[in-house]
Each structure stands twice: as C-alpha cells, then as structure tokens.
C-alpha cells in the first residue's frame, strides 16, 4: 500500500510540474487517524477509536513551490479544523459568512511567524471517550477518571500525572465540558443530503446512509452491524420495515429515480413504492440479479464489505417540490424469502 501511495502521489506531483501548474497548486498530504489494529504506531499511545496521541495525531505536509519554503516545519499543535482558515487566507479570498470557526490560519506558522503564537486547547470526542490536547498536556478520559499526561517529557503517555498537577487538570476538563456544551446545544438532527444543484445534476443515496425503520431494525437491516462505508441495505424481510432518507430539494425539478439492487431469482416479484415530496412511484422487481463480489487481492479478508455489481432498475420520473422531505423506499409485497438489497437510489434531475 505504502509503494502504492508512493508512485501514485509521485505521479501525481509530477503531472503538476509537467503542466507548470506546481507554482499554482497547493497540495495537502494527510491521513485518516490511527490504525484500525495493534501495530506500529510511532510509540504512540492508543488505535483507532481512541483519543489518545496514537489514535489522533497525524501527519501533514503541505507543498507550495515558491511560497512555502521547503524544510519548513511547524511543532506548534494544529488539527484539520485550521485547513478551511489557512487555505483561504493563503489563496487570498474572502471567507463567508458562516457560523464561527474553532480553527485558525496557520499561514504565521508556514511563514516562520511563531513568537506571537497564542497557546491554545484542541479538543476530541467519539462517543464516550474524550481529550484535551495544549502544547504541553493531554487529558484524556476513556473510562470514569480523567487521565493527564505531560506530551513533551512522557510523548508515549507512560505516566499518568492527574494525582500531581489537579489544577491542570481541572483547568482542562472544565474547558472540555464549556466546550461540549458549545458543540452540542443546536442538537444533532439529521443532515439532509441536497438535491437539484444545477451543477450537480445527478445524486446518489447510498444505502449505508439510510435511516432504517422500525429503529429496533426488526425486518430489516444493513449487510454490516452499523452501516459501514459501502454498504447496503440487506435482510430485508418485512413489508413494515424500510429505509429512508433524509434530503433536501434546493431547486425543484424532475428528477429521474433509479434503484441500484440485487435479488436472488426465488425472490423476485417484490412490489416497491418509492415515496418522495409527496410523490409516488411504484416498481415490481421482475429480474433477477444476484452476482458473487467482485474478486479483490486482499492477503488478509477484509472485515468491511467487497463491492458488487449492482444492477439499475429505472421507475421513472416524479417532480418534487422545493423544501425538505424524505425520501421512502417501501415494500409492498414479499413473495421470496426478502424483499431485495438495496445499494443506493440515484436520482438524476431531466428538466
């Protein structure tokens, strides 16, 4: 994978020189945080899911020729909240008008500008586990106790100094809990996803996307236990049960609705109803397709799913109003053993 990454990032930034837009093109390189295993992790503590410094922190490289000097390096803590500030600064254009930033431009930094950078707190939260992390400290809780770690004398988080320095910590869990109230108090409703952009004619729903009812999931759920990326709506069974989806029509229009599906042949007959801005069209699922996944080189099986190819079944055209709604695939009948599995709905706009 490394090799991989390596000739394709090197052709990419060769293209760019190649094309004398290098000078014009500022290319970031970062990953995803923490690996998914116990391996190698720079002495870091923790994994994925975790938020300590191994399940976190990430590198960064940044290329600008002829901007940004080549050797520089920034030690001062940063995160991905800092990329919208300093990619707008360094490209000269005016940020909009949105709710405010929890980052900032590190365009003083990449500049060489750092006497006067102010100190500040980055903080991380996924589900129970929560950190505050400042230049010097981490406070980290996993379980019930906060846990505080001195990142420049102890980087690996041997020691745990909370009983030492309880004014620190205090100072930085009351920051997190300020924080998390911020964060949090608009709620969490869903994020609809935007249809009828004219510059993007064509959406897909993906099925892991999908909220699924009844919640309990009874009748129907997703191939895996939480609806990974790439996965899809499967063990469908029950005429009560279905998906949907959240959107939101910013421009009205005609739109094209496609379903992306498999069926076994003992399965097929199954009357669908897809429902959308008070909309209907219906379906019956007269072709049978049911390809095995297609072949990957994997050395070791994956646990997330391996792709197939889905087959496309047009209903046809329903004009849906301007506003938000949801979007309703819905079984009417169930004569094999499910109803089918739904990879994604596509929906193209015709008008």
């Not at 365009?107 to 707190?121: D, F, S």
């Amino acid at each position: 994978m490394c090799e991989n990454l390596d000739d394709n990032i090197g052709r990419l930034l060769n293209q760019l020189d190649e094309l004398n837009l290098a000078g014009d093109t500022i290319v970031l390189f970062l990953t995803d945080n923490g690996p998914n295993s116990d391996r190698y992790n720079g002495g870091m503590k923790g994994r994925k899911g975790s938020c300590h410094e191994g399940g976190i922190r990430v590198p960064l490289f940044i290329r600008w020729p002829g901007h940004i000097a080549p050797g520089t390096k920034v030690s001062q803590i940063a995160a991905h909240i800092d990329l919208l500030p300093t990619l707008v600064e360094l490209c000269g254009v005016p940020l909009p008008e949105i709710l405010p930033l929890d980052g900032v431009s590190l365009v003083p930094l990449l500049e060489g500008a750092t006497a006067n950078w102010p100190k500040r707190m980055i903080f991380s939260h996924w589900e129970r586990r929560s950190s505050v992390r400042t230049e010097r400290w981490r406070a980290v809780v996993e379980g019930k106790e906060w846990e505080l770690y001195d990142m420049i004398a102890d980087p690996g988080q041997q020691e745990d100094l909370a009983g030492r320095h309880p004014v620190v910590l205090t100072e930085l869990s009351a920051s997190y809990e300020a924080w998390l109230r911020d964060v949090t108090r608009a709620g969490f409703d869903p994020i609809p996803i935007p249809i009828g952009h004219p510059q993007r004619r064509e959406v897909v729903l993906p099925g892991h996307e999908a909220f699924l009812e009844p919640p309990d999931r009874k009748g129907i759920s997703y191939n895996g236990r939480a609806g990974w990326a790439n996965d899809w709506v499967t063990n469908w069974t029950s005429t009560d049960a279905c998906p949907y989806w959240e959107v939101d029509v910013v421009r009205a229009g005609r739109f094209e609705i496609t379903l992306m599906y498999t069926c076994p042949e003992p399965d097929i007959g199954a009357q669908l109803l897809v429902e959308v801005g008070g909309q209907r069209l219906e379906c019956i699922i007269e072709k049978a397709h049911a390809p095995d996944p297609i072949p990957s080189p994997d050395r070791v099986e994956r646990k997330e799913v391996y792709e197939k190819a889905w087959a496309p079944l047009t209903l046809g055209t329903v004009t849906i109003p301007k506003g938000r709604t949801r979007l309703y695939v819905r079984a009417l009948t169930r004569p094999g053993r499910t109803v089918i599995d739904l990879k994604a709905v596509r929906l193209r706009q015709v008008d």
